[in-house]
Structures are given as C-alpha cells and as structure tokens.
C-alpha cells in the first residue's frame, strides 16, 4: 500500500518567512521508486520539481510553482561501512538525528555547521558549513549520491562511479536531480575542547592569521557598533569529557543567547536608536568558559531567534581588509544592526560549486532580525564583498547572477554543461535557478 501524501499543499514558507510558494500539489514518498514515479508524473503534466527539507535557505532554491517533494519519510542509516569508514543515510534525515546515531555508533563527521536542523540533502546541495582549518564543508565530507534524474531514473554517483556527476552534485543546488541517499566519511568519535572567550575586534584582526593557523576550528562573531568580538576555538582532546553544566549551558545557551537576545531584538525593533547600546551590552554578556565533549555538542549550538542572512565567501588572505571596510562602513553610517557578523574559514576544495572550490575561503555573516528591513545593511556589505571577488552561499540573500557567478567560479561552465546533460528541460527549475545559472 503505497504511503504517499499528495493533493493541494497550500503556501509554503521558509524559516525566516522572506520567502513564499504555493505549489500545485505537494508529495511526500515513502520510497526511492515513489521519488521516481512523482518525478515522471511532474514531467507528464508539465510541472517542474522541487525537494525542500526543513527551509532554513533564506533563497527560493527550493521555491516552485509546480511539485513539491517533502522528504520527510526519506529518513534514516541505510548502512554503516566501518572498514571504509562511511556511513549512507537517506536524505530527508535531518542532521541532528544523523549526529545522535552516529554517536550512539561511536562514531562522528569531522566538522559540521553551527546548527543542526538541516536535512542532510539540504544542508549539502547548498553548501553549508562550519569553520576549519583543515577540515572542509559537509559536502566536502561526501563520499557517494544517489539521485533521480529528470526521467525517473535513479543514477549512483561516486569518484568511480559517474564521477564527473558526483564532483557537481555534491553542492547541486537541486539543479541536477533530486538526491535521495548520501554516503558520508566518518571517523571513531572523538573529543573536542572548546575555548570561547572576548577579544577586542583590533586584536582578532592583528592576530587572525595565528589564531586561524593555530587552531583546527576557529570563528569569532563582532558586535557592530563596538570593538568586541567573541571568539571560540575548538581543538582535539584526550579528555576526558566535561561538557557545558546544565545550569551554566541553560543560562548562557538558552537564556542569554536566546531568550534575552530575542527580547533585546525586539526593543531595538521598536527603538532603533537603543541599539549600539544593546549592542554593547550584548558583546559583553557572554564570560569565557573551556569545556570538552563530543563534535556535535561542541559545533552546534541552538539559534531559536529568527532571522534573514547574507553570506560571501572571499579569499582567505581578504578577509582582514573586508572586515575593516565593513566597520568602517556601519560606522559611518545611519544602519543599526542588532545582529553580529559570524566569522568562519575552510580550506580549498574540488567542488564544482562550493564556495571554497580551488582557494581558501574565509566567511563574512551578516544578519538583521526577522521584520527588520535589512535591504540597505546587505546592499551595502554585498558591495564590499563583491569587491574582493566574494561567492555567495547559495542558501543566503544575494543579488549576484549568472554573469557574476561565472566569473568567480572557475568551474562553472563545467556544472552547467552537465545540467545541460541531465535537465535539458529545466524539470528541477525554478526562478532562483535561472538567475544564478542562466536559462
């Protein structure tokens, strides 16, 4: 008996509710052949497709007008290979889940992003990431795919396997196919120790290139308005494990950085002017604390006030100017910005599409509260970032084309062949699509 819900699907929204879509019909397959037999029946119709996990890309990538497969019962460890040191999960999996199995396995991915609410497909086809040295995105920790392609068929995709597929699809944007299973690299379980603390922004910025060659994971966020950053380095460890206390991980996690965060948001909200102040006040509120424990519980960390975010990757070597003219230009200007900008590096990769493929990158976040008009703080930051060649994440506001992309990523026209190749008729389109990749 097949399990598949389909009809009307109503509006959709995303996390942050900038973006909206109202689909023919939504799907929801309980099986790789269901996947398939929806994407047959789309194209019959004459409807494009889109998979959409949890929402959390601030962009319409996954926003269509015609089917919209949830991958919600697409969830799960197929299998778990020790002696290759891999794991195949289902791609409606969110990542929290894949994170807590793998654990209960003794096992773990070498780095992840700073939330886990992602499915994994999702979090992967746009490139999400955390920060490191040496270790790169959750992309770069793919090993195989499988998808559908745009006549039902269902394609493998490994470096042996259609390997000109897997270098693409490993950050497709959905443009190639819908992923129904990745294989991931995975090692034993190991222990991660923590060190956040305060750093004037001047000292982060004099220091970066020791603290960035110094430590295997290391990001900061700056407080606009101040000269305070909050820094954290993560690093191996032998142990033993001392995580967060409940009380202590309650208080700064949850009441600090979300619940009294989300109330000083809404008073800069209503009061525009009461922000450098909260800014300030919120730079130091945080104290320094060192506690060791295992990848996800050190990586990730709840983020319950919503918001709208713009990403650039620029050249790792960039990012000390970039960061200085970003100051310079929230100084000199009438912008308040409750939010602090997120710092993150990764080294270079071999992906067709990632921001980091062939130079090490380096990550400038900005973010404004969910209501809150960002248009003038991110025109004027994209600004910034287009000027030292920045790449968009793919799942955060831009206003970057075709044109642009093709000349920041020197194997663009390598994807965009093969989606010639694989949707010639732009099954997986959607407007978004079309104005990053061209027609």
């Known amino acids: 008996m097949s399990t598949t819900v389909s009809g009307k699907s109503g509006t959709w929204r995303n996390w942050a509710g900038n973006v909206t879509a109202r689909p ?90 700073d939330i886990m609410e992602q499915t994994v497909s999702g979090a992967t086809s746009t490139g999400t990431h955390g920060t490191g040295r040496d270790s790169g995105s959750i992309a770069a920790q793919i090993k195989g795919l499988e998808l559908v392609t745009a006549d039902g068929s269902v394609l493998t995709c490994s470096e042996r396997e259609n390997p000109d597929v897997f270098s693409a699809a490993r950050i497709g944007l959905g443009a190639l196919g819908i992923i129904t299973a990745i294989t991931f690299a995975v090692e034993p379980l190991f222990l991660l ?22 430590n295997e994971h290391f990001e900061f966020y700056w407080f606009p308005h101040t000269g305070n950053t ?111 900008v997120e710092v993150r590096t990764a080294p270079a990769d071999d992906i067709a599409l990632s921001t980091a493929s062939g130079r090490d990158s380096a990550y400038v976040a900005v973010h404004m509260f969910r209501g809150t008009p960002y248009q003038a703080y991110f025109t004027a930051a994209e600004r910034i970032f287009t000027a030292h060649e920045g790449r968009p994440h793919w799942g955060k506001v831009h206003t970057r084309d075709a044109e642009y992309l093709a000349k920041t990523y020197p194997r663009f026209g390598e994807f965009t062949a093969l989606r010639d190749r694989l949707d010639p008729d732009r099954l997986f389109g959607n407007d978004y699509l079309r104005r990053v990749l061209g027609d």
Do not use: C
Not at 31 to 44: F, G, H, N
Not at 57 to 85: C, E, H, K
Not at 193 to 214: G, S
Not at 286 to 315: C, G, K, N, W
């Open 24 to 113: 023919v019909r939504a799907v929801t397959p309980a099986s790789v052949e269901e996947l398939s037999a929806a994407v047959r029946k789309a194209a019959e119709d004459g409807l494009r497709v889109k998979a959409v996990g949890t929402g959390h890309s601030f962009t319409a990538t996954a926003a269509t007008d015609g089917v919209l497969i949830r991958p919600q019962l697409l969830t799960g460890i197929r299998g778990i290979d020790r002696a290759a040191g891999t794991v195949t999960v289902e791609a409606g999996t969110p990542l929290k889940r894949l994170n807590t199995a793998l654990a209960r396995e003794g096992l773990s991915l070498t780095n992840m992003g």
């Open 193 to 214: 120790t923590a060190r956040e603390e305060p750093m004037p922004f001047e000292k982060v910025l004099a220091e970066f290139d020791e603290l960035w060659a110094e």
């Open 230 to 340: 909050n820094t954290k380095r993560n690093n191996r460890s032998l142990g033993p494990r001392r995580p967060i206390g409940q009380v202590s991980g309650w208080f700064e996690d949850e009441f600090l950085s979300n619940g009294v965060f989300h109330v000083a948001n809404l008073v800069g909200q209503a009061v525009p002017a009461t922000i450098p102040a909260i800014a300030r006040i919120s730079s130091r509120a945080l104290s320094a604390r060192t506690y060791t424990d295992i990848p996800y519980q050190v990586f990730t960390s709840p983020r319950r006030v919503r918001f709208v975010e713009m990403e650039y990757a620029v050249p790792r070597e960039a990012l000390v100017e970039t960061l200085r003219e970003l100051k310079t230009m929230v100084d000199r200007s009438d912008l308040r910005v409750s939010f602090p």
